[in-house]
């Protein structure tokens, strides 16, 4: 039986124990700023996005590196444009990265099947797609004409070769594009700003390459679509502000070069615990400032 002095102890101890990652974020998200401002935006759906945004933190050792006030920041894009976190649907993502001065940060971004959802929404699409081209099925592609002849019959393996968008507008207007997937390579090679997303996904990332440029091109970009184009160009802080956000004009690198929480407890390193007992110290002038109601 358990003595006065050893139940003391266990007290003690579990009032002295660092508090876990999650709490820094969920200090944040019970600020009645930022609370007013998710139920400004989603009503009465606010509170069970809050707790995916929680469920994502805790679930993910990179982010918990991160600043939490840069992850609810970018949940707060995903909310405007009314798209759900979860990495398991691909809508919206919510990535880690760090700058040139060594901070750890958050950034939206946008998935394949975001793209499409924000071009259905604004009932200018009669079809949209995109799809993987395996080996074998590509039969005829002319860049000048658009004539894209693809026989599924016909596929020799799962070796995929390229990626093929297509949309088609209520008016009739019609797209059809082609990418090989050395082009694809390239384009990665040249624009993105880190491998994160195609290390974990690399034909979700190929298909949101093809669809966003098609779409950028040749689509009807509603102002949700545009909002959700400009986000990602430009790494944004604060970008859950209506107005005047502040941007990051600097280079990213992806944070793949540190361990991750432990494989079986999912715990992030002893370092990451106290970062984020003293990030979860926050003042509410600066929480007023950044998500006060408008």
Known sequence: MATNASLKNQLQNSTSKTPSPTAAIKSILDSPSIKKRFEEILDKRAPQFMSSIVNLYASDGYLQKCEPMSVISSAMVAATLDLPIDKNLGYAWVVPYKDKSGRQIAQFQLGYKGYIQLALRTAKYKAINVLEVHQGELQKWNPLTEELIIDFEKKKSDSIIGYAGYFELINGFRKTVYWTKEQIEAHRKKFSKSDFGWKNDYDAMAKKTVIRNMLSKWGILSIEMQQAYNEESEPQENVAAETN????????????????????????SEESQVDHQASAEFDPAEIDSLFGSR
């Open 245 to 268: 956000p502040v941007v990051i004009d600097t280079d990213f690198q992806v944070i793949d070069d540190e361990p991750g929480p432990d494989s079986e407890t999912n715990e992030p």
